[in-house]
């Protein structure tokens, strides 16, 4: 069984389409097809079925999935193993955030550190950050706990708040806290139900009985401090965020009566080997939320 054809049926796993798996390997379809064919008929039973025009996993498919992936894995982790022979000097370490606000200080001191330290940084959702992890694509995520999954392992951070995002010039801007009553009084402006920000917020309105419909739903924090900023309404955000973010134009007030408090985490995949590199980042990241505190 030759690795070129592992490499081969692993990208047509992640695609299920054997045109576009082709596409990411650079390589003809019919070349891609011929290829799995032999890989078949090595192991001597289908690695995929073909209903219309949908590629699925067969049985088998899912085993040889799990191995080929740990296969990989444990190449990439020699190649790291070794290029450690000369410590910090070199290495890649990738990661993922839920929020590029949790991200860009940790990842600017570290490569101030050891400028010669690939790092890949992505922002996605927290199964998205799974799944990854899962996959063995990442060294660590940083996402909101718990994140019940027995194969990853968490390190809790830093309890964050959310607050009330007001433009300086509002009147809110000006209490000290704000209670959920005073924001019916408000044009409010607030993520879409698919972020965990909405879902907690929603989950505390409703348990005090009250049921906020937003004039406007984003889904970038971005897009909605910039209406906050033109004073369009006010919403309800990490006071994180707002800390993270260098301008005077906006403010956070805490929520007087229902404090809403997440716990943020790092995880990583259970057995997984971490570098040198990724273990060195992941201290960064415990150093920076460990001074918020």
Do not use: W
Request: charged letters at 25%.
């Amino acid at each position: 069984m030759e690795l070129r054809h592992l490499q081969y049926f692993i990208a047509v796993c992640k695609h299920l389409h054997f045109t576009k798996a082709a596409e990411s390997l650079g390589i003809a379809q019919p070349t891609l097809s011929q290829q799995i064919q032999v890989l078949e008929q090595e192991i001597n039973t289908p690695l995929f079925e073909r209903v219309g025009k949908k590629v699925l996993l067969t049985e088998a498919g899912e085993i040889l999935l799990k191995y080929s992936l740990r296969v990989f894995d444990t190449l990439e982790q020699a190649e790291t193993d070794i290029s450690q022979l000369k410590g910090l000097e070199r290495g890649h370490v990738k990661i993922a955030y839920l929020g590029s606000y949790l991200a860009m200080e940790t990842v600017v001191a570290f490569h101030q550190r050891f400028p010669n330290i690939q790092i890949s940084v992505e922002q996605l959702s927290t199964d998205l950050i799974r799944h990854k992890l899962l996959q063995n694509e990442l060294d660590f995520g940083v996402v909101f706990l718990p994140l019940a999954d027995r194969e990853l392992e968490s390190i809790p951070l830093y309890n964050e708040t959310l607050a009330v995002i007001a433009s300086r010039t509002h009147a809110m801007a000006q209490q000290r806290g704000i209670t959920l009553e005073q924001l019916r009084e408000v044009p409010l402006i607030l993520m879409s139900k698919k972020y965990m920000i909405r879902q907690m917020f929603d989950q505390a309105c409703q348990e005090k009985g009250y049921d906020f419909t937003p004039i406007i739903e984003l889904n970038e924090m971005d897009d909605l401090r910039e209406m906050v900023e033109k004073n369009v309404g006010v919403s309800v955000l990490p006071s994180l965020y707002v800390r993270s973010v260098s301008r005077r134009i906006i403010k956070a007030i805490p929520l007087a009566d229902v404090p809403i408090k997440r716990t943020i985490g790092i995880v990583y995949r259970k057995g997984r080997f971490m570098s040198v590199a990724a273990l060195a980042l992941r201290q960064e990241v415990e150093r920076f939320f460990a001074q918020l505190k």
